[in-house]
């Protein structure tokens, strides 16, 4: 019986670096929007079908609802440089 050939191929393209990544205590919400992080690194997420608007600081646990009221279906979410959240 013969082996099997192997063989191997380099590659010229460079390997990705690796992410920072932290996964987001953010499941099991509705459906999630617009997204945008603050200088500071707070991270906030529109749930398009609650309406609701989360934050989200470095290091916390879980997300903390915004008191925005009268929202109907909104889609984005900005920050200025002041920290001032739109909706």
Known sequence: PSK???STVASSTP???????????IGG???LGGVAVSATGDVYVVDISTPRVYRLAPNSAAPV???FR???RPKRV???A???VYV
């Not at 390997?15 to 205590?25: E, K, Q």
Request: net charge negative; charged share 15%; hydrophobic share 30%.
């Open 70 to 72: 009268g929202l109907s």
């Open 4 to 6: 099997p050939s192997t």
């Open 29 to 31: 919400y509705g459906e």
């Open 78 to 80: 900005s920050l200025d």
């Open 65 to 67: 609802e915004l008191p």
């Open 82 to 84: 002041a920290g001032s």
């Open 15 to 25: 390997a990705a670096p690796s992410l920072n990544a932290t996964r987001l205590p």
